[in-house]
């Protein structure tokens, strides 16, 4: 399991890295200073360039351990999909929660944190709905992998408009339990009744475009 305590026995590196870690997760690489994070580590800001190199090594240093926590742990990405319960999962991992943050933080300025993140959840997604298929809770979808890509965007949506979302429903953190219930409840009804009533739509999409003609033996007329 990934340490994010505030132990000092820690190397000064990974203090650095983890109180980065955190205080981005809050406001953002932007606005988050070399000094900031030296003082949350309590290190002389000077420790930080000696051992990163500059605040984009630092940055750089950041993404690939949070890149590792995500193969290390397939909550952190079941979790962040539309259905599983990430406030729950992160009740009993408290200390995970500064790298979901850290992750949402991530999503919305891009790069290869968002990449990376977001093709792990779409590998995950699929290998959930291929279980839950076989169990018979979900049902199985002629492009699984076309499907698993459109739920993770819902799933990323969340994290990308965090506090818009929370406020919009009465919150002001999506994954405290009474704006997370809202929106789970809600999600989930989504997910389980149909949103769309009239197969119509559908039976347009699958039926291959028509050349349009303006009187009978035009197509013909063209192919001669």
């Known amino acids: 399991m990934l340490n994010m305590s505030s132990s000092d026995d820690r190397s000064t590196p ?83 929660r500064p790298i979901t943050e850290y992750i949402g933080q991530c999503m919305r300025s891009g790069g290869a944190v968002a990449e990376t993140f977001y093709e792990r959840m779409v590998e995950m997604t699929q290998e959930m709905m291929t279980l839950a298929a076989d169990a018979g809770t979900f049902r199985r979808y002629d492009d699984p992998y076309a499907a698993a890509v459109i739920l993770v965007a819902f ?29 789970a409840m809600t999600t989930v009804d989504l997910f389980t009744h149909p949103l769309i009533t009239d197969e119509r739509y559908l039976s347009a999409l699958k039926t291959p475009d028509v050349p349009p003609t303006t009187a009978e033996g035009d197509i013909g007329k063209e192919n001669a």
């Open 14 to 96: 990974a203090r650095i890295r983890d109180a980065a870690v955190e205080l981005v997760g809050r406001q953002g690489w932007d606005r988050t200073t070399t000094r900031q994070i030296a003082e949350a580590a309590s290190v002389p800001v000077g420790l930080v360039n000696y051992h990163f190199g500059s605040k984009d090594g630092l940055r750089q240093a950041c993404d690939d351990w949070v890149i590792s926590a995500l193969a290390e742990d397939k909550g952190l990405i079941l979790g962040a999909g539309p259905l599983p319960r990430m406030d729950t999962y992160l009740d009993d991992h408290p200390e995970l």
């Open 155 to 183: 799933g990323a949506g969340a994290s990308l408009f965090n506090t818009t979302i929370a406020r919009l429903l009465g919150g002001t953190n999506l994954l405290d339990s009474a704006t997370y219930n809202r929106y």
